[in-house]
């Protein structure tokens, strides 16, 4: 069996949507947002089944991972993922000019396209703007382009990040609204904050406000199901339920990566002739705890300020301020046993974006980079707090 639970109908129909949008679904042409937490396929499911089927109804598609390098600055990277596309669409020999062969442009690819301008200049001030350097490619190619940005909200943690959002905003409205486009410009951004991710859709001052925000359709019985058949062929005969597997899976927020983990230990701890199904429920509690202390412990590593800071920002709610506020920084002191300057709050701050728990949500704004971390974080509080 494959490896790789393929979700073959959902990006057929996402594909559809968006390349040949019915009445109901044009406005996923103002750009579509889909925000999951970590680790729940995202990535897995753009890769293996939604670029394929892009790809397959004539689309051409440019793919960026911002996670892949945190500490780039979010426009260098989308700017370098476009250069290396156009520049394989100037070659009649790259696998690009090969699938516009396919589609009706067979006469353009042999060539290749020819730009007005140089593609190493793209992204640059003294190159086109992505707009003008997009509507060339659409009008050679005669296709769609679809741009796919993973963990989007990254993006904004940047003034260069918003400007580039900007631009491709620009891109957008230069080609879609034209009568006679030969193809279209998507954008798709996909992150790893619902809240964040829906702010780049809700908030006036964000780029593609207005457009589409959904929520990521996690896995569920039917991947836990493919995953027991693909343990079964390789010899594990005693399972759980289906039933039980599945609800062991939500409780490890369906994530492919704890739940073979959690299969893992079953294996290992059940003893002979014991009930998986007893078994499976405590181990899927047990990791779902465990999963969180991983992102805590790197707090902890970072010394007792940055637990203090770690924990005024996992309980803030929505947009609250205060991280530096005088009842922040008094509190602050109290743990640590000595005044505390806003300059060393800031350090701390920006070691714990750099280890990826923390994010930046705007001006003095700060939330948890996983919800997940911190509904396990409020569980905990909530344990310990005195009845009342």
Known sequence: MDKIFHRTALAQRMAEQLLHPGVLDEGLRSGLFISGVR?????????SD????????????IYVDLWSNTQANPATLVHAAIRRTLRELQSPAGALAARLKKLRNAEIAVAGLKFGFKVETVGTEEGPTLAAAFTQVVDQARTDIV????EVQHAITSEEGNQMLLALKAVRDA?????????HFLFIGTGSHRALVSELTARRNQAFVGATSIAFPVLDADYVDHLLQRLRAEGMTVQPSLEVATQAFRTLGSRPEEMLRALRELRALLPPGGDPDAFVPVIAGTLRSTAADVEIMKVEQLGVLATAVFERVAGSEGDAKGHFSAEAMAGYAAVVGREVRAD?????????MVA????????????LTDPFVQEIWRE???????PA
Do not use: S
């Open 380 to 386: 905990r509080k909530a344990l310990m707090r005195p």
């Open 147 to 150: 741009l796919i940005i993973d």
């Open 39 to 47: 680790r729940t396929g995202k990535t897995t499911f753009l890769l």
């Open 50 to 61: 939604l670029v394929p089927a892009l790809e397959a109804a004539g689309a051409l598609v």
């Open 175 to 183: 080609i879609n609204p034209r009568p006679d486009t030969p193809g």
């Open 344 to 352: 060393e709050v800031q350090a701390v701050l920006n070691e714990l």
């Open 356 to 367: 990826n728990v923390v994010m930046r949500r705007g001006h003095g704004l700060y939330g």
